[in-house]
């Protein structure tokens, strides 16, 4: 009987209280660093902060996307009135105007399908090295199960979303570029037919996925509360118009992040949302604005173009929008993930 309190009295002495204040989240990339805030007391001034320091960083890229798009818009006026000469063959003007266009625009959306890609390792990375954190902090406060199923399904469907992305879609993109690029080109509807296939196989993975993800969050029963109606709304009708693909299902999980925020209380649960958004804000910036002005340059175009050199205009724009989609159901879904463990830390 004296061995078995003995054993007590050292098992309560060697016992350190865990608590989320006391758990230091990783440190951010070098890359994404710069995008900290410098005050992290304020969650809304904290994320106004990374805003604007991501906004001046990608100026250049924008002059940069806004000169290619220009220069995509003179190709195209200047193949308009090569169809006004006499004997000009409409099929030889629409392959020079395609091939034209193609050579614009493929070096600058390799350059992004890296970024994305890359973008998505780094979060994915970054989240394996914070939730095991927030794991510890919301099972050191009793909550040893549901910290257990969160981190077990996070890791799951990170670690599944991520190995699809970069085995899968990434290359899928190029293969649906150079479909896009030869149906323009020569005109034939079936390459178009498996332009618009590929395009559906890839949208579906990742709502499929989404569908998947969000049906545990629910299922898991973390994430409940109630907010701002007018406050959600708003939220998501932004997520659904800003990020192209998914944007309906991410708006649908919006709550989670919304209601979330007035949980962040700790060191490691700000540091770590602010990290996340770090890691994602610039690329995903950088990402939009080639997709809005090869939207804009579309639209444009589509006055004076043929209807093959504006669908290749079009079909660039929408690999931007999957790589847009990619990244973000990447970083929201780590978000929402923290989010659930924020709301079992007290």
């Known amino acids: 009987m004296k061995r078995i309190l003995i054993f007590f009295v050292i098992l309560t002495l060697l016992a350190i209280p865990v608590s989320a204040q006391d758990l230091t989240a990783p440190t951010v990339p070098q890359q994404a660093e710069r995008f900290m805030p410098s005050d992290q007391s304020s969650f809304l001034q904290g994320l106004l ?122 290359p899928m993109i190029y293969l649906f570029l150079i479909l896009a690029i030869a149906g323009s ?49 708003a939220a998501k009708l932004t997520i659904s118009s800003v990020v192209p693909v998914v944007g309906g299902i991410l708006s649908d999980a919006s709550e989670a992040v919304l209601v979330g925020a007035g949980t962040v209380k700790n060191a490691a649960g700000i540091y770590g949302f602010f990290a996340i958004i770090a890691i994602w804000l610039g690329p995903f910036l950088q990402i939009g604005a080639h997709y809005l002005l090869l939207k804009a340059t579309g ?6 173009a043929s209807k093959e050199n504006t669908e290749l205009i079009r079909d660039f724009s929408g690999a931007m929008g999957l790589l847009l989609a990619m990244t973000g159901t990447v970083c929201l879904m780590l978000l929402i993930s923290l989010v659930c463990f924020l709301r079992g830390v007290s």
Not at 150 to 163: E, K, P, V
Not at 189 to 214: A, S
């Open 185 to 233: 080109s020569v005109g034939e509807e079936m390459l178009k037919k498996l332009r618009d296939t590929m395009k559906w196989v890839m949208t579906w993975v990742l709502k499929t996925i989404l569908y998947i993800f969000t049906g545990f969050i629910s299922i898991t029963g973390v994430v409940s509360g109630t907010t701002d109606a007018a406050a959600l709304k």
């Open 299 to 304: 639209a444009v175009c589509s006055i004076f």
């Open 49 to 170: 902060e990374v805003l604007r320091d991501a906004l001046l960083y990608f100026r250049p890229d924008l002059k940069e996307a806004a000169g290619i798009c220009l220069s995509i818009v003179a190709v195209v006026m200047a193949a308009s009135l090569l169809r006004t000469f006499p004997g000009a063959s409409e099929k030889t003007t629409n392959l020079a105007c395609s091939i034209a266009i193609a050579l614009l625009l493929l070096c600058s959306t390799n350059s992004l399908v890296n970024l994305a890609a890359s973008t998505v390792t780094e979060i994915s990375e970054y989240g394996k090295l914070l939730l095991p954190v927030m794991t510890a902090a919301m099972a050191g406060q009793g909550g040893i199960s549901t910290s257990a199923a969160l981190y077990t399904g996070t890791a799951l469907f990170d670690a599944l979303l991520t190995s699809i992305i970069e085995k899968v879609l990434t």
